[in-house]
């Protein structure tokens, strides 16, 4: 199995996307040398994601362009029962506004993800 990730700093679809959104996300693209950007077949999907907690990366990427949004969404929540310690995020390109310009999902640390959340004022609404 050849699981590779990239730096995002080092693809320049993902600097010119964290450059754009920084008025929303100012740490993503402060932080790019932090975010590892995989492109593997989903079935490494669970590998890749259980070594996060013990990396250096704020944040992996996982790209999977042939995802329709809704298989995306289902695969998040499948990941965020699967992994209590991370939060998994999705987004697609049709979704329009702020998303990533390839469908993908996103996985960061729970706990560093809300501590952030809270000292920005963002209360989610349930």
Request: aromatic share 12%.
């Amino acid at each position: 199995m050849d699981l590779k990730g990239k730096v995002a700093k080092e693809d320049s679809e993902w600097v010119t996307y964290f450059s754009r959104i920084k008025n929303v996300c100012p740490w993503s693209y402060k932080l790019m040398d932090s975010i590892l950007v995989w492109e593997n077949d989903e079935k490494c999907l669970s590998t890749i994601a259980c070594t996060f907690p013990g990396t250096r990366f704020e944040a992996y990427v996982f790209i999977y362009r042939d995802k329709t949004p809704k298989q995306l969404e289902t695969l998040c929540d499948k990941m965020n029962k699967k992994y209590g310690d991370s939060e998994f995020l999705w987004s697609h390109p049709e979704e329009g506004g702020d998303s990533t310009p390839v469908p993908c999902l996103i996985q960061q640390d729970r706990d560093k993800l809300e501590t952030l959340r809270e000292n920005l004022g963002y209360v989610e609404e349930n």
